[in-house]
């Protein structure tokens, strides 16, 4: 099935696209696939915005905005997933969790993936609009979504 219906299908039934994901073969390949198009999404997210900064701020240029952006994103952001999956997994032991380490692992990357068309509304209301009312707004709405997600795809993960 595409990415892209598997994404509109987790917001529905997200423990649903993560059994299937899990019934298939582990390959940590995939995972990193998933995680790493989760994270070029993230950092194109971030490009309105970081072109607005640039324009109201000129001191520091856009390309070097970017650089930045790249280097979280794209480098310390896989690194920090990769902790916070381990760390979940480990969570979900103590409350009796009988997952594999993978299927966090899998859990927190497709949470994530599922959560960028969000952020790519975020980007451009950061863009278009600036900080303010809509930004919070719509940042509020990615981060519930993404617990709302996470959560229900770490518990089916840890069965």
Request: net charge positive; proline share 5%; with cysteine.
């Amino acid at each position: 099935m595409p990415v892209t219906l598997d994404i509109v299908r987790a917001w529905r039934h997200p423990k649903g696209v993560l059994r299937d994901k899990l019934a298939a073969a582990p390959r940590e390949d995939r995972a990193f696939a998933v995680l790493m198009g989760a994270c070029f999404l993230i950092f194109v997210a971030q490009w309105p915005g970081l072109r607005r900064e640039a324009f109201l701020n000129p001191e520091v240029p856009f390309e070097a905005r970017l650089g930045g952006a790249m280097m979280g994103v794209l480098f310390l952001l896989p690194l920090i997933l990769y902790a916070l999956a381990t760390a979940s997994h480990l969570v979900a032991r103590l409350f009796g969790g009988k997952g594999s380490w993978y299927g966090a692992r899998l859990a927190l990357f497709w949470s994530l993936l599922t959560v960028t068309p969000l952020m790519l509304l975020q980007g451009l209301v950061a863009g278009f609009l600036g900080q303010g009312v809509q930004a919070t707004a719509v940042g509020a709405c990615v981060g519930i979504g993404f617990l709302y997600l996470w959560i229900n795809m770490l518990v089916e993960a840890e069965r």
